[in-house]
């Protein structure tokens, strides 16, 4: 009973991650203009400088003039011990919907799922009404097109995983009926 709850458990958090990552990677690369210019080090430095001087209200005073005391104190008072805000350009950035980007695959992918429909329903009535082993050749394809549609990304590709399991259940098949 611990194991089921476990594995329950743990396909909700898998299920839940993938989610966030296609929300996050989708997100990223409709707004990658707006992160093309990442901060490196040096940059970082100069702008968190920049921030804390406006900030602090400090562009015209020479720093020399202040102790590490002082500005300390002013740190801890005014920008609760550090922390600066960053402007982003005014430019709205865009969210990834999951919802039109289920659409979308759908729309892309929609020859996929009716051959996936059509296999499926070939299986069964091979399972029903046709001869002993026939409706396993039928599976080898269904299985073939399942992957292929999984981890396929263009049409030869596809068709080759499919290729695969279709010619090792028809050798299957063909030894059984030999046999």
């Known amino acids: 009973m611990q194991l089921i709850i476990s594995m329950v458990l743990l396909l909700a958090w898998t299920v839940g991650i993938y989610i966030m990552w296609i929300y996050t990677h989708f997100t990223i690369a ?73 659409k979308t695959w759908f729309k892309k992918e929609k020859w996929w799922f009716l051959a996936m429909l059509g296999t499926s329903l070939l299986c069964l009535i091979g399972y029903f009404f046709f001869p002993e082993f026939f409706y396993s050749w039928l599976f080898g394809v269904w299985a073939g097109q399942f992957w292929a549609f999984c981890i396929g990304s ?18 299957t098949l063909g030894i059984m009926i030999a046999v």
């Open 30 to 102: 409709s707004n990658n203009a707006q992160f093309e210019e990442v901060s490196g080090e040096y940059r970082a430095v100069l702008k968190l400088a920049a921030a804390m001087r406006i900030e602090l209200d400090i562009e015209d005073t020479d720093l020399s003039v202040l102790r590490e005391k002082q500005l300390k104190e002013r740190v801890d008072k005014e920008i609760q011990g550090g922390t600066v805000f960053h402007a982003y350009p005014d430019t709205g950035l865009k969210t990834h919907s999951i919802r039109n980007g289920l």
């Open 154 to 171: 263009t049409v030869g590709s596809r068709l080759l995983i499919i290729l695969f399991p279709s010619l090792v259940a028809g050798l």
